[in-house]
């Protein structure tokens, strides 16, 4: 299935881009990310612990990130392993447009699932997908912004 | 109170149904219990590279993990299908393995890897968790026509193409000519959706292996318990026969899902034996709709050619049908043997050609489910047969009025020969019953609420008790198709009833003691229904293709014939008349026309005490008989289906449902007609709601009944049921089977009306309001 996005990030392209590369920023951001680490400089692993409707799963999964185009755009995919819960994979092309001091994140994403994920979670992905993404970037903001606690979510 | 044929005697096996006392497998609980969770695939389809089975190994309280290596190794063989089918071009269907534990590669999700063994359910589930597998995926199809297409992924090495076979019936040439000379050819192209059967309890299995006898005992959610342990014997070597007892106790609902043996069971035996526990698997939803073998799944383009006075002259049928990833115990006979001979529907028709090809996706396997094969064809005849009429622009009762047989015993050019049946005394009584005189009216007043009002037929015809055996052998058939039955009659006079049918659900400790109550003047308390323990009944075929009551009860008949002639013998030795003058009536054994009798209860004391027999008789009474049916029975009828649609919404309201059901011989009417009930409520659900959807890369998202639709009772109406019989002249009662006729005949009527209402009659099943609203809409 094909998911995207588009949020305004009230800081400038070059402190997102830095954010966005900063494994520390992802773990604080990310909800249900318990563990990440970067092994090489492209490549990342993380858990993760999701739910999706009905399923609930630790996924470990790898990622790997390509196309990098500091601070403009990168493309990211990663495929986790929820053990029986299923798996997931997927690819998405972030891009960072400036706009005066603020910046402008355009993803589009293409996920796959299987198992009990799809069997009992498919119809959920969507949804699930856009609440954990406003979820990071409200996260994203307040790290941005520590001194202004949680912005409203955009996008 | 009169309890025999024709009686509406309540059934005697609600009161534990309804007061929650049913004993099912569930409910068994034995010594040193173990309980078993499955590692199933998440992938529709890759090889299994490594299993690392040491974190489930190392929790408490897990007793084993066992893998598809070792059960092969122990030599427990592949799973098998037990109808052979050949090619048009001679060649065999080409048959895949299937481990019961997958060795080397996984072909659906759900496909059992290996199986934790643990102290608690909840253990071995948890640690079935901590089992890793480790896959390379490999790219996976689902449709079947898509599986046919070059390039596809193929799902097992020794089937190329995904071709498991390539059969044809009827005279091909022949048909061709017909159409090609015919006044007016109607084309139809439908898919028959794939369907999950859904039984109330989920399957489950209590294995236990007894070390000192090596004896094993399995009580398992089956419909046909002797033929579970004969392949489990003869073809998964778990143990010989005499080792191994087979029960099905209290089964809620099987629908034909639980006549096949699955994976569970035989790996829960085999897992018994190598941990000396005894192992429980009961299943839950989710295995359920992953595991139970789906049903119809067919692709069809049909061709059927009119004379000039509408009578039909040809009718050609191509099939494809979806047979998921593995052959299951029936799954070749159902598009084929159950599918294609029923295309003649309740038309005479001279020339009939179908060519049916089975393929392999990488989806749960496909078999038998209520009607099999017979509601696929009924839908493609029935379907066709209403589009004909409106092409034709003529009335399509009476487009099937002048088509029908009306002359028996009648041959059909694909095999059947229909013994019976008053096709046009059941489209009658249907059109007298659903008023189709105002439906003209009705349909006005409709239109005035802004409704769409339609109405449609279907005349069904279905054939059951699959026979004879010889017959059926000839077609391939692994296993004969009779029933058994052992009539004891106790010193004290009253009777077990040991039959080979296996109830869960039908009716049957119910509707078999009626028969036997009437015969021997009897009150119906006095007769028990023993069944479904293969070490108390010796041996029996189970229940499917709605045979019980044609072929299992007929067998009770024919023991009951030899009970009869020793009674009497007895009887006319004791009380010194001719043999031929006793009569058995009101629970008495009498000289007919003195007041000379013997009580039922002294005739039985008298067999068993044997103190004043005829010379030579043995003593006892106690008879059994095995009957092979002459022939199958047609039920057969007409429904009548009228919908209101909202044109705004696309939903669909079943205003009025008429059937009109020939069923030869009913037994208990009560019985019959929730039987009829339970079958158009499926077939509504098949019609309107139920659609099994995997996704482009075979993962199943139709889970659960969040994403399956399953008919709720607002979605049905209430019934108008009734019967015109004839008479089955092959079977000694007289009867047809009830069974199935309801989830065969229902799809086509309804999705007829729906298709007349909106005035489009290009609608596929499910017919979901949004399907509904698109075709309104594409109709203009």
Known sequence: ?155 | MNVGIGARVKRKEDKRFITGKGKYTDDVRVENQAYAAFVRSPHAHAKVKGIDKSAALAMEGVIDVLDGGQLTGDGIGNIICGWAVTSKDGSPMNMGPWSALATDRVRYVGDAVAVVIAESQALARIAAEAVEVEYEVLPAVASAAKALAAGAPQVHDNAPGNLIFDWEIGDAAATDAALAGAAHVTEISLTNNRLSPNPMEPRSAVAIYDAAEEHYTLYTTSQNPHVARLVLSAFYNVAPEHKLRVIAPDVGGGFGSKIYIYPEEITCLWASMKTGHSVKWTGDRAEAFMTDAHGRDHVSTARIGFDANNRITGFKVDTIANFGAYMSLFSSAVPTYLYATLLSGQYDIANIHANVRAVYTNTVPVDAYRGAGRPEACYLVERIMETAARELGVDPAELRRINFIRAFPHQTPVIMNYDIGDFEANLDQAMAAADVAGFAARKAEAAGRGKLRGLGYSSYIEACGIAPSAAVGSLGAGVGLWESAEVRVNPVGTIEILTGSHSHGQGHETTFAQIVAERFGLPIENVAIVHGDTDKVQFGMGTYGSRSGAVGMSAIVKAMDKVEAKVKKIAAHVLEASEDDIVIEGGEVKVAGTDKAMGWHEVGLAAYTAHNLPPEMEPGLKESAFYDPANFTFPAGTYICEVEVDPETGTVEIVQFTASDDFGTIINPMIVEGQVHGGIAQGVGQALLEQVVYDDDAQLITGSFMDYAMPRADDLPSYNVNHASTICPNNPLGMKGCGEAGAIGSPPAVINAITDAIGNNNLAMPATPLAVWKAIQAAG
Request: charge should be negative.
């Open chain 1, 1 to 155: 299935m094909d998911i995207t996005g588009e949020y305004r990030i009230a800081a400038p392209r070059v402190t997102v881009w830095e954010a966005l590369n900063d494994e520390n920023v992802l773990k604080a951001c990310l909800p249900g990310c318990e563990e990440i680490a970067r092994t090489s400089q492209t490549t990342l692993t993380a858990k993760l612990v999701q739910k999706i409707g009905p399923v609930k799963a630790k996924f470990d999964s790898a990622i790997e990130l390509s196309d990098i185009v500091p601070p403009e755009s990168y493309r990211i995919q990663g495929e986790g392993q929820g053990g029986v819960a299923g798996f997931a994979k997927g690819a998405a092309n972030v891009t960072l447009e400036e706009d005066g001091d603020e910046t402008i994140l355009r993803y589009s994403a293409h996920a796959q699932v299987g198992g009990k994920l799809a069997r009992l979670g498919s119809r959920l992905i969507d949804a699930t997908a856009k609440k954990v993404a406003g979820q990071f970037f409200d996260n994203f903001h307040s790290y941005l912004h520590p001194q202004e606690g949680a912005a409203p979510p955009e996008g």
